[in-house]
């Protein structure tokens, strides 16, 4: 197997508050290839967007990374600052925002956002980059780019804008796209277009996407392996297939239980019982044991197993249990 475009090895980020430490991300490791989506699922507040944002360096003080490694390309990433970061940023890493309006600068048009990217990553003149912004836009499937072009944020519908971010974060022809919850804000039939034109783009391109989200749905019909996030930490990783119909965290289990697929035929839908932990007040061992049906003393007093690809950070995985 090639070398992955991003790999990350036991990446923490903590955050020093007057109660003490926490820890948002703490000791999750995986790898990203070429062409591969990797889904990054869980509750809101598990993690998932503090990963994202350590790998781009857009970490807002003083949450920092403490520990860990964040390789790009084979280059390591996780130490550099200032303009170092920012010449990475558009370049290498491409960030795909919830909120496309957050994301674009109203006072300016598509294609001078577009021009300004690539003059300012890529050797090529103003003529060419506004050629290669209208190629963009209609790469993404902007009608009439060559005028739409020339149109504000503000003119474009919700899912034309997040269209003009996909073209904007792959202007420049980065190897990582980071996508934040690209199709929250989005109906359900402008989010299957999203989806289907990152797969498309990142099979095109070759290029590698960490795409995080809390939509299992997503997940099932845009990645090709999906990470689990709990409390900060890896709770399962492996094929999207494998997590999402044998998952062995029980943690997973109760995600994928809680669909209205796997609900069918039942007067209520499953749902986990408790709440995530504050992140001041994680419990020993695997943070999931107060809400687990199947915890021990183990669970309960023992660090959970290190989570590789096709594995659960559980002392008792589930192997026969079936969801969907």
Request: proline share 7%; net charge neutral.
């Amino acid at each position: 197997m090639a070398d992955p475009v991003l790999s990350i090895r036991n990446l923490s980020v903590e955050i020093p508050t007057r109660h003490g430490i926490v820890r948002p991300v703490d000791g999750v490791s995986y790898d990203i290839q070429a062409g591969e989506i990797l889904g990054i699922v869980g509750e809101s507040g598990a993690g998932k967007s503090m990963a994202g944002n350590a790998v781009i360096g857009l970490l807002n003080p003083p949450a920092h990374i403490s520990k860990g490694e964040i390789w790009l390309n084979g280059k390591r990433i996780d130490h550099l600052k200032g303009d170092a970061m920012r010449r990475l940023r558009g370049k290498e890493i491409g960030m795909v925002f919830q909120d496309p309006l957050t994301s674009l600068n109203p006072l300016l048009r598509i294609g001078d956002q577009l021009t300004e990217t690539m003059l300012t990553h890529l050797p090529i003149s103003r003529i060419e980059a506004e050629k290669r912004a209208v190629a963009a836009l209609e790469e993404v499937g902007i009608p009439g780019a060559a005028e739409r072009v020339n149109s504000y944020p503000h003119e474009f519908s919700g899912g034309m804008r997040q269209r003009v971010v996909i073209a904007l974060a792959l202007c420049a022809e980065p190897s990582l796209i980071i996508a934040d919850e690209p199709t929250t804000a989005l109906d359900v039939s402008v989010q299957a277009q999203i989806i289907a034109l990152l797969r498309l783009l990142c099979r095109d391109r070759g290029t590698a996407v960490m795409l995080i989200t809390h939509d299992m749905g997503v997940i099932a019909e845009a990645t090709d392996r999906v990470a689990v996030m709990y409390a900060g930490r890896l709770a399962e990783l492996g094929p999207v297939r494998d997590v999402l119909t044998h998952p062995q965290h029980p943690y997973t289990h109760g995600l994928m239980a809680s669909t209205p697929i796997a609900s069918q035929g039942k007067s209520r839908l499953h749902q986990i019982p408790g709440a995530m932990p504050r992140l001041d007040a994680v419990p020993e061992g695997c943070a999931f044991n107060p809400r687990c049906p199947h915890a021990t003393d183990k669970c309960r007093q023992a660090p959970v197993p290190r989570v590789s690809n096709g594995q659960a950070a559980c002392w008792y995985p589930l192997i026969d249990e079936k969801v969907i």
